[in-house]
DNA sequence: TAGCGGA
DNA sequence: TCCGCTAGTACAGTC
DNA sequence: GACTGT
């Protein structure tokens, strides 16, 4: 009997070619895999974890019909052929949100189930012999037979290693279709390659002589991150030499921004972060630490200070159209300007981007020309970018995230100038983490009386007991942002954030007013609390500003408030130094409102 | 900006 | 293939 | 009820 569902095997991740046995190998497709269940006339296509993808890919599920099969499962992977005929994940993307399932190849492999047979339990040569037969009634085009490669493994490996693949499946011939994880089936990855920082070394062991292994790090923001040890591939020579450089460099103090949390003091030698080692590792965990990896010689030709974490996604820049369009006349600021900002600052802003909804403020014709607010998907696709639950937002397309530097700067490509955010987290979208006061000051009031005025919400928000973080706008005001636990709804939040915004109104009207409008502020600074409104939101930390000159939103310390001289102070080519993180505090910073706070503020 | 329909 | 057209937030607050 | 600012 067919099921109505069916488990698809995978494949174990294996570091060697296997010896022994009868291996047929693929490419590993950079699509999406696919399975096909065909009940007489009705064909129903799936993703691994079980999605009803029919919808999406018309075209393929009629070709799967046409093949005029009884009932059966098939299985395949789904991916989009770039010009060379490489499959391309982006492309495939792409291709899937315009609807165009006719430009996408159905790669089909195996054959678990055929015309009321379960075929699963015979052997994998025979299943693939009935595929290929299934599929000589078509001409290849929307539905291919994945034919195996010829090639001994590991020239198909370096090969698909160079055309920067992700690596190669092997299958035994021989096996039945293990519907789970099986290693019949092995994935052999391409590894990764790049410089390391030497920030230590260990004592040796046993026999080992000079060293056990080299603690690595790499920069971010200037500081040095540990991202591991290595203590293979060097002979006792290399093992030698390189022994005698770092005894050279020995300091007493740990270069490492933290301490490794792998290592013990007294096993330890912290060295000057001079030295640059080679190393291929197998990939990165998802902290940031490497797996695998292996020693391949010390680099003299590259300063220390320039190593930074390479990330893949490099390789697939986006592309950016009309690169030297002007979008700032005041400083002849290019399209191309914004896009590298934007990639230059990912590391920085991500963490207020991830996780949360942003709206788009997108300039296509630049700071002067019109502009327009985009909170959904619509028709515009940004590659890599997130999309999330359309029940989010009923009766829209589906809100965005940006997660990655490759979105970030997708946006930038796509005319979007200003970030925003909204002030909750996609998974609690109806708990604010956050509170933002906007000051507003009058646009003709001196400097000194917006930083005072925002040194005197301090003070209020500080005797509430409620710690708070201050940026620039880029505009004419300051943001003052306070972090709250997930816990009160929006109404709550908003209400507390006008509570405040009203009590400096009342206390010191001189200086403060809570009422929009410029009439009510005349002389003073707005204190605009209608950013903690359920569909309001705020220009996220490091966003640029369409604005002459394009200033950024930039996260401060409140003890360089008085050195503030201008809420546009800085802009995409003049950026304070990025050492170190003004609001690194935040994200350990929970807070509630509390009654107390309440009460102080004459809320029922 | 980019998708779309029409020329 | 080229060209012109068009969509793209949601509020509270103020007057 | 229209308009405004964000
Ligand atoms: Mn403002
Ligand atoms: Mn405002």
Same mark, same amino acid.
């Given at each position: 009997?067919?099921?109505?569902?069916? $488990?698809?095997?995978?494949?174990?991740l294996?570091?060697?070619?296997?010896?022994?046995?009868?291996?047929i190998?693929?490419?590993?497709?950079?699509?999406?895999r696919?399975?096909?269940?065909v009940?007489?006339?009705e064909v129903?296509?799936?993703t691994?974890?079980?999605?009803?993808?029919?919808a999406?890919?018309?075209?393929?599920?009629?070709?799967?019909?046409e093949?005029?099969?009884?009932?059966?499962?098939?299985?395949?992977?789904?991916?989009?052929?770039? $010009?060379?005929d490489v499959?391309n994940? *982006?492309?495939?993307?792409?291709?899937?949100?315009d609807?165009?399932?006719r430009?996408l190849?159905?790669f089909?492999?195996?054959?678990p189930?055929l015309?009321?047979?379960?075929s699963? *339990?015979?052997?994998?040569?025979?299943?693939?012999?009935?595929?290929?037969?299934?599929?000589?009634?078509?001409?290849?085009?929307?539905?291919?037979?994945s034919?195996?490669?010829?090639?001994?493994? *590991?020239?198909l490996?370096?090969?698909?290693?160079?055309?920067a693949?992700?690596?190669?499946?092997?299958?035994?011939?021989d096996?039945?279709?293990?519907?789970?994880? /099986?290693?019949?089936w092995?994935?052999l990855k391409?590894?990764?390659?790049?410089?390391?920082?030497?920030?230590?070394?260990t004592?040796p062991?046993?026999?080992?002589?000079f060293?056990?292994?080299?603690?690595?790090?790499?920069?971010e923001?200037?500081?040095?991150?540990?991202?591991?040890?290595?203590?293979t591939?060097?002979?006792?020579?290399?093992?030698?030499?390189?022994?005698?450089?770092?005894?050279a460099?020995e300091?007493?103090?740990? =270069?490492?921004?933290?301490?490794p949390?792998?290592v013990?003091?007294?096993?330890?030698?912290?060295?000057?972060p001079?030295?640059?080692?080679?190393?291929?590792?197998?990939?990165?965990?998802?902290?940031?630490?490497?797996?695998?990896?292996?020693?391949?010689?010390?680099?003299?030709?590259?300063?220390?200070?320039?190593?930074?974490r390479?990330?893949?996604?490099?390789?697939t820049?986006?592309?950016v159209?009309?690169p030297?369009?002007?979008?700032?006349?005041?400083e002849g600021?290019?399209?191309?300007d914004?896009v590298?900002?934007?990639?230059?600052?990912?590391?920085?802003?991500l963490?207020?981007l991830r996780?949360?909804p942003v709206?788009?403020?997108?300039?296509?014709?630049?700071v002067?020309?019109?502009?327009?607010? *985009?909170?959904?998907?619509?028709?515009?696709?940004?590659?890599?970018?997130?999309?999330?639950?359309p029940?989010?937002?009923p009766?829209h397309?589906?809100?965005?995230?940006?997660?990655?530097?490759?979105?970030?700067?997708?946006?930038?490509?796509m005319?979007?100038?200003?970030?925003?955010?909204?002030?909750?987290?996609?998974?609690?979208?109806?708990r604010?983490?956050?509170?933002?006061?906007?000051?507003?000051?009058?646009?003709?009031?001196?400097w000194k009386?917006v930083?005072?005025?925002?040194?005197?919400?301090?003070?209020?928000?500080?005797?509430?007991?409620?710690?708070s973080?201050?940026?620039t706008?880029?505009g004419?005001?300051?943001?003052?942002?306070?972090p709250?636990?997930?816990?009160?709804?929006?109404d709550?939040?908003s209400?507390?954030?006008?509570?405040?915004?009203?009590?400096l109104?009342?206390?010191?009207?001189?200086?403060?007013?809570?009422?929009?409008?410029?009439?009510?502020?005349?002389?003073?600074?707005?204190?605009d609390?209608?950013?903690?409104?359920?569909q309001?939101?705020?220009v996220?930390?490091? /966003?640029?500003?369409?604005?002459?000159?394009?200033?950024? /939103?930039?996260?401060?310390?409140?003890?360089?408030?008085?050195?503030?001289i201008?809420?546009g102070?800085?802009?995409?080519?003049?950026?304070? $130094?990025?050492?170190?993180? =003004?609001?690194?505090?935040?994200? $350990?910073?929970?807070?509630?409102?509390?009654?107390?706070?309440?009460?102080a503020l004459?809320?029922?």
């Amino acid at each position: 009997m067919l099921p109505d569902s069916l $488990s698809p095997q995978l494949a174990a991740l294996v570091e060697d070619i296997p010896r022994n046995g009868d291996w047929i190998y693929e490419i590993k497709f950079d699509g999406y895999r696919l399975l096909a269940r065909v009940d007489g006339g009705e064909v129903t296509l799936f993703t691994r974890d079980g999605k009803d993808w029919t919808a999406k890919l018309p075209a393929q599920a009629d070709a799967i019909r046409e093949l005029g099969l009884e009932n059966a499962w098939l299985d395949g992977e789904i991916v989009c052929l770039d $010009s060379h005929d490489v499959p391309n994940f *982006q492309l495939l993307q792409k291709a899937i949100h315009d609807h165009r399932s006719r430009d996408l190849v159905y790669f089909l492999f195996d054959l678990p189930f055929l015309n009321g047979s379960d075929s699963r *339990q015979v052997p994998l040569r025979e299943r693939r012999a009935l595929l290929e037969e299934v599929l000589s009634v078509t001409t290849p085009g929307i539905l291919r037979y994945s034919a195996p490669l010829e090639q001994p493994p *590991q020239q198909l490996l370096d090969g698909a290693c160079r055309l920067a693949m992700e690596g190669i499946i092997g299958k035994r011939i021989d096996a039945p279709y293990a519907g789970t994880r /099986s290693d019949s089936w092995i994935k052999l990855k391409c590894r990764r390659r790049q410089e390391f920082v030497i920030g230590g070394y260990t004592e040796p062991k046993g026999s080992r002589k000079f060293f056990g292994a080299l603690l690595l790090g790499v920069y971010e923001a200037g500081r040095l991150r540990y991202v591991g040890r290595v203590g293979t591939g060097f002979d006792r020579e290399v093992l030698h030499a390189t022994y005698k450089q770092l005894n050279a460099l020995e300091q007493a103090k740990n =270069p490492f921004d933290h301490m490794p949390p792998d290592v013990r003091k007294a096993e330890v030698h912290w060295v000057k972060p001079r030295l640059v080692a080679e190393i291929s590792f197998a990939e990165w965990t998802d902290d940031g630490l490497l797996r695998q990896a292996v020693f391949h010689g010390l680099r003299v030709d590259k300063p220390a200070t320039g190593v930074q974490r390479e990330e893949a996604i490099l390789a697939t820049r986006i592309k950016v159209t009309h690169p030297e369009r002007v979008i700032d006349p005041a400083e002849g600021l290019t399209k191309l300007d914004l896009v590298r900002y934007y990639e230059r600052i990912a590391d920085r802003m991500l963490p207020w981007l991830r996780d949360r909804p942003v709206y788009l403020l997108r300039c296509p014709e630049g700071v002067l020309g019109e502009h327009f607010f *985009q909170k959904h998907t619509n028709r515009t696709f940004i590659p890599g970018i997130k999309t999330l639950d359309p029940a989010l937002d009923p009766g829209h397309e589906p809100l965005m995230v940006i997660d990655s530097v490759e979105a970030l700067a997708g946006a930038a490509q796509m005319g979007a100038i200003e970030l925003h955010t909204c002030n909750a987290t996609a998974d609690r979208i109806e708990r604010p983490d956050c509170m933002v006061f906007d000051l507003d000051p009058d646009p003709v009031l001196p400097w000194k009386k917006v930083v005072d005025g925002t040194r005197l919400l301090r003070v209020v928000l500080d005797e509430l007991g409620l710690a708070s973080f201050l940026k620039t706008s880029g505009g004419k005001g300051l943001h003052v942002v306070v972090p709250l636990a997930r816990r009160h709804d929006w109404d709550e939040v908003s209400a507390f954030s006008q509570a405040v915004a009203r009590h400096l109104a009342t206390t010191l009207p001189k200086h403060f007013s809570a009422k929009m409008g410029e009439k009510n502020r005349v002389g003073k600074i707005f204190i605009d609390y209608l950013r903690n409104k359920r569909q309001a939101s705020t220009v996220a930390p490091w /966003s640029v500003r369409a604005r002459p000159r394009l200033p950024v /939103s930039v996260p401060m310390h409140w003890d360089a408030l008085d050195g503030i001289i201008h809420a546009g102070q800085w802009t995409i080519a003049a950026l304070p $130094s990025l050492d170190d993180d =003004p609001w690194k505090d935040f994200g $350990s910073t929970r807070q509630t409102l509390s009654k107390a706070m309440k009460k102080a503020l004459g809320i029922d």
